[in-house]
């Protein structure tokens, strides 16, 4: 799927693949809490929402967080604000990681695949009002939209 967003992010834009793909993301969770909560006698419902999360994952995040972060800073500040997303970007991956098995533990499955989709749906508001599409643009385009 990865390769699919490569191939079709020009002609789509990176806006309506972050929401298309966010928006899929947001069903998946939702369908892992309730299946954990109600339905744990229908396991196909699992793997459904986990291989519609991973497909809606590598056409959104998955690839065009990484192009996005290295359109959207300024050429003067480009290195140090890669770095630091990048920084942040790994930072983030092992706090969901080491923080997951505490956090089932604590809230249960259910509750707790319920507030990573409440997560996803904050980033779906993000992703609406303040990301900016960039599809076409040069990179000194970018950079007088965004400053």
Known sequence: MTGVAVFVVDKIGR???????????????FLLGSYYLFLDDVPVLAVV?????VGCYQLSFGPIGWL??????????????????VLVNFGANALVTFAFSPLKA????AILFYVFGAIA???????????????GLTLEEIEAKCL
């Open 68 to 85: 996005m972060i290295s359109e959207i800073f300024p050429l003067r500040l480009r290195g140090r604000g890669l770095g630091i997303a």
């Open 49 to 53: 929402a986990l291989l519609l999360y």
């Open 106 to 109: 604590w809230l249960g499955a």
């Open 15 to 29: 806006r309506p693949l972050l929401l298309g793909g966010v928006s899929g993301m947001v069903i998946s969770l």
């Open 121 to 135: 749906v904050v980033s779906l508001f993000f992703i609406f009002f303040v990301v900016p599409e960039t599809k």
